[in-house]
């Protein structure tokens, strides 16, 4: 026995009732062999107990463990390193048949034994290397984006719950997965919706703010036009009141020269009238001269002188009376000259009054139509600066467009990088509740 204790202490008790009823393989190993071991090594190894003891445990072995050396170098390390350490715990693979075996062993020094005496503990873990295998497959393929992946195959009672624990987890990665999948190509579709519209958007601003600004510089243009307008209305508004005064001053120089037109009518009449007097005075002295020459004949010889001077007095009578009568016509004619420069003068000033009339109104029109240029020219100044703001606005509005649609080109890209993130899990396809219709794919052992 590997217990030698004679009395049945507490710490023997308790060594015995492992020895006899742990499932696990106790085994007692000295000069290189197993010299003892507990029931549950005949079912560790699969082999009765005459079969094991004064065997090496290379003989139950792999020919290579782990790390690919051969299994014989590694059982004088081990038990040389739990000599040292006080245990020493490893990996162990073994044959049991045709079948390798993983075990986990522990090496415990007993020195009262032999020095190179060890108990060692065995624990199959073919169960819990089904579990590592399933799970490792499992999880291998949850890492490589299948989430359709299940552990069908049961574990054993132990491990039963880390199976329905994965399936649970896999079934909540799929339904999770399947949401930001269909989310991620919502958003995907939106965000390349947002791209279009933004770019479209940014299009027309751009059309826009480029129609406003060639708009600004048009009634920037036009506004200076008529200003321009406004300042020649203005001039000739002035010009037209110059004018004005000109006319009114013309009537008022029509109207003297028509009195004194006036006056030489008068004038002329009046020298008329002393033309007939001298008429009169030169047909009385040539009557007298006549009497005076009839008087002189009557006296002869005495009467010569007188009679000369008759003659005369006669020619210079009728030299008169034809002067005033060469006078008189030409008066006449002066006369109806002045005639008709009176009635001209007299046109001329209701002509003058209806042109400072018609000028009154002109005036009056130009001077309505300064007031409406100014106003104009104020008007188009105020929708010049409301078109400049707006044009200011435009181009501050198409720059925050231009970063928007960089944004949303960003945000496409984004969604079109999630997209594809996702698009690496096989997720079967979903219904409006989340349940899946496509098959799930089984692992260690199950079924597809």
């Known amino acids: 026995m590997i217990f030698r204790r004679s009395t049945t202490d507490l710490e023997t008790r308790t060594a015995m009732a492992m020895y006899r009823h742990s499932p696990d393989a106790v085994l007692l190993l000295k000069g290189g062999a197993f010299v003892e071991c507990n029931p549950a090594a005949e079912q560790v190894y699969g082999l009765p107990r005459r079969d094991i003891i004064?065997?090496?445990?290379?003989?139950?072995?792999?020919?290579?463990?782990?790390?690919?050396?051969?299994?014989?170098?590694?059982?004088?390390?081990?038990?040389?390193?739990?000599?040292?350490?006080?245990?020493?715990?490893?990996?162990?693979?073994?044959?049991?048949?045709?079948?390798?075996?993983?075990?986990?062993?522990?090496?415990?020094?007993?020195?009262?034994?032999?020095?190179?005496?060890?108990?060692?503990?065995?624990?199959?873990?073919?169960?819990?290397?089904?579990?590592?295998d399933a799970l490792t497959q499992g999880l291998s393929s949850l890492a490589a984006g299948d989430l359709n992946v299940r552990l069908d195959t049961p574990f054993s009672a132990e491990f039963e719950p880390l199976r329905a624990s994965f399936n649970t987890a896999a079934d909540t990665m799929a339904q999770s997965m399947a949401e930001v999948t269909s989310v991620a190509a919502a958003l995907h579709n939106g965000c390349s919706d947002i791209r279009q519209a933004s770019d479209d958007l940014s299009g027309r601003t751009e059309r826009q703010a480029a129609s406003l600004e060639e708009s600004a510089a048009a009634i920037q243009e036009i506004t200076q036009n008529v200003r321009e307008a406004a300042t020649l209305v203005e001039t000739t508004e002035s010009i037209v009141a110059d004018t004005h005064r000109d006319a009114q001053s013309s009537v008022s120089v029509v109207e003297d020269t028509t009195q004194a037109m006036g006056g030489i009518e008068r004038a002329s009449k009046e020298i008329g009238d002393i033309i007939a007097v001298i008429d009169g005075i030169a047909f009385q002295t040539n009557l007298l001269a006549l009497n005076a020459g009839v008087e002189a004949a009557r006296a002869g010889d005495a009467g010569k002188g007188f009679a000369v001077v008759a003659s005369e007095v006669r020619a210079l009578a009728q030299r008169s009376a034809e002067a005033a009568k060469d006078v008189k016509a030409r008066v006449s004619a002066s006369t109806a000259q002045v005639d008709r420069g009176v009635e001209l003068v007299a046109n001329t000033g209701v002509a003058l009054k209806r042109i400072t009339e018609q000028m009154d109104r002109i005036r009056s029109l130009i001077?309505?139509?300064?007031?409406?240029?100014?106003?104009?020219?104020?008007?188009?100044?105020?929708?010049?600066?409301?078109?400049g703001e707006m044009d200011s606005i435009t181009q501050h509005n198409a720059a925050?467009?231009?970063?928007?649609?960089?944004?949303?080109?960003?945000?496409?890209?984004?969604?079109?990088?999630?997209?594809?993130?996702?698009?690496?899990?096989?997720?079967?396809?979903?219904?409006?509740?989340?349940?899946?219709?496509a098959p799930l794919r089984m692992v260690a052992g199950g079924r597809r």
């Not at 001077?367 to 078109?387: E, F, M, P, W």
């Not at 925050?400 to 594809?420: G, H, I, K, P, W």
């Open 54 to 132: 004064g065997q090496n445990p290379v003989v139950f072995s792999r020919a290579t463990q782990g790390d690919g050396r051969p299994s014989i170098e590694h059982v004088g390390e081990r038990v040389q390193q739990a000599i040292r350490d006080g245990h020493a715990r490893f990996e162990w693979y073994n044959m049991r048949g045709a079948d390798e075996v993983r075990m986990l062993v522990t090496l415990i020094p007993i020195a009262d034994e032999a020095a190179d005496a060890v108990l060692v503990q065995i624990q199959d873990l073919t169960n819990t290397g089904r579990v590592v």
């Open 367 to 387: 001077g309505n139509i300064a007031t409406s240029a100014r106003q104009q020219a104020d008007t188009l100044g105020q929708i010049n600066i409301a078109v």
């Open 400 to 437: 925050m467009v231009e970063e928007t649609t960089a944004a949303a080109r960003s945000l496409a890209d984004e969604a079109a990088r999630l997209n594809d993130a996702v698009a690496v899990f096989r997720i079967g396809r979903a219904d409006l509740r989340g349940t899946y219709s």
